[in-house]
């Protein structure tokens, strides 16, 4: 959990406030933004983002040492323009975990640490950022860690939190002035926790487990055990309709000759059976999950985000990507893309969640850490990221192809070489870009077909802008090994 990376005892110095920020191409094809957070002699973690009125405001725990924190607010605009920055002001050693928005308030949830232990609070910000009174601790024993997993506010407008006691998961109800309606300890371990109105009740998911919950008393009716062979479920529980939730889950598709794992998302129906699964992750490599990785706006467009190892599993961990996966509410798969940013290689993204955001994309946000060795002279990195992409997949843009020819781009995913071929078309030039807008390949080609060597290229998705003497075409292609 987020809330114990601040564990980590790394030392960085970086540079203040420098934000890195790129874009690709322009929005006629699918636009990334992707912006690094740093602050002088500060470890960073994005830990949760909402969207309002077309910008992004993103909750950064800033860790200082091992007990020191504070809580800082950045809103972005729909580019990850920087718009404003501010200091939360909530005392001491604060890290907020979650936030919920309502038409008059932001409601945010996190920890206080102390030396002993961490204790939970709560804490009403009016729409500009301003405490609107003190933060409530509840459960002070001073030799238990205590922390927020899950926040949803019910229909009486009512707060439902589950946080961890130790290892043990409890719940507790909060009326709309924050103070302790009910508790109930649940005495489960499960570091992944979520929480779900559906069908009437609420759903307790503690991934080998799930709580069927009264909303009354918030006492247990039924409990579910989801064992899968060779699945482990993980991430947070959406639920899609009345009838239908889904979530996450990761399995081995180890062989002697390679180690992998991937992901799949599960259907269930009401009688909490799965009906349907979705494989998705990069072959031949080890997926790693995001602790809130599923969102939509749309059911056509459910966003699941998790990260891609790239160096073996026999080696210390250097760099990971972030990949991201769109299917429908039916379970067609849209696309399952990898993203390597280029100005942000050999680095592990640890991924802290996902919103599908209202101009039809998504925005995922976390850590990258650059782990520092002995010896190499580095000093590391831990830093806050946000990675926003737009994705046209369902716009005819994408394809960019005249009514009277097509032009080919095979294999797809490709591994060493890409085959172009207009068929009767002259092909001019050939340009490669990275998602980030870099210019990586060049080829001057005048012919119908040209064999481009991609070896050199780290795998990952890549932009193809291709002219010909009447149009220019843009296409994509995956790098994959």
């Known amino acids: 959990m987020f809330m114990r990376i601040n564990r980590i005892k790394t030392s960085i110095c970086i540079a203040l406030a420098i934000l890195l920020k790129f874009n690709v191409l322009s929005q006629s094809i699918d636009s990334v933004y992707y912006t690094l957070i740093n602050e002088e002699d500060v470890l960073t973690a994005c830990v949760e983002v909402i969207e309002e009125d077309s910008c ?42 979650k936030v919920l928005s309502t038409q008059d308030a932001f409601w945010c949830f996190g920890s206080i640490r102390t030396v002993k232990a961490d204790k939970i609070f709560s804490v009403k910000l009016n729409k500009n950022f301003d405490v609107m009174h003190q933060p409530i601790l509840y459960y002070l024993e001073d030799t238990i860690d205590y922390g927020i997993t899950d926040v949803i506010i019910n229909k009486n407008n009512q707060f439902v939190v589950l946080f961890l006691c130790g290892i043990k998961n409890e719940l507790m109800l909060l009326d709309s002035t924050l103070q302790v309606l009910k508790t109930n300890k649940l005495n489960v371990p499960g570091y992944c926790g979520t929480i779900e109105e559906f069908q009437g009740n609420y759903i307790v998911d503690l991934g080998r487990f799930f709580f069927i919950i009264d909303k009354d008393s918030l006492s247990v009716i039924d409990t579910v055990k989801t064992d899968i062979v060779g699945i482990y479920p993980i991430g947070n529980l959406l639920k899609l309709n009345d009838s239908v939730f889904i979530r996450s889950a990761d399995f081995s598709n180890s062989t002697p000759e390679k180690f992998e ?98 101009d039809g994309g998504c925005l995922v946000h976390g850590i990258s850490i650059r782990y520092a060795y002995e010896g190499s002279g580095d000093t590391g990195q831990f830093k806050g990221f946000l990675l926003k992409y737009n994705p046209q997949w369902y716009k005819t843009s994408v394809t960019e192809i005249s009514e009277h020819y097509k032009i080919a781009i095979y294999p797809n995913p490709a591994a060493n070489q890409i085959v172009i071929c207009g068929n009767d078309v002259q092909i001019q030039n050939i340009f490669i870009y990275t998602i980030t807008g870099q210019k990586v390949k060049h080829a001057v080609v005048n012919a119908t077909q040209t064999i481009l060597d991609v070896s050199n290229l780290p795998v990952g998705m890549y932009v193809v802008k291709i002219n010909t003497a009447s149009e220019v075409l843009v296409r994509k292609v995956q790098i994959m090994r």
């Open 261 to 358: 794992r991937d992901m799949a998302i599960l259907f269930y129906n009401k009688q909490f059976e799965v009906f349907n699964q979705v494989q998705v992750g990069q072959d031949g490599y080890l997926d790693e999950y995001g602790y809130s990785n599923l969102d939509f706006n749309t059911k056509d467009s459910i966003y699941y985000a998790y990260s891609t190892r790239l160096s073996t599993p026999y080696v210390p961990v250097e760099a990971s990507s972030v990949s991201i996966v769109c299917i429908s509410e039916k379970g067609k798969k849209h696309f399952d893309y990898q993203f390597n940013i280029l100005e942000d290689l050999n680095t592990v993204k640890r991924i802290c969640g996902i919103i599908a955001t209202t």
């Open 56 to 97: 992004y405001y993103a909750f950064i725990q800033n860790i200082i040492d091992p007990i020191a924190h504070f809580s800082t607010l950045l809103k972005y605009d729909k580019n990850l323009n920087l718009i404003h920055k501010k200091q939360l002001m909530l005392g001491d050693s604060n890290m907020i975990v």
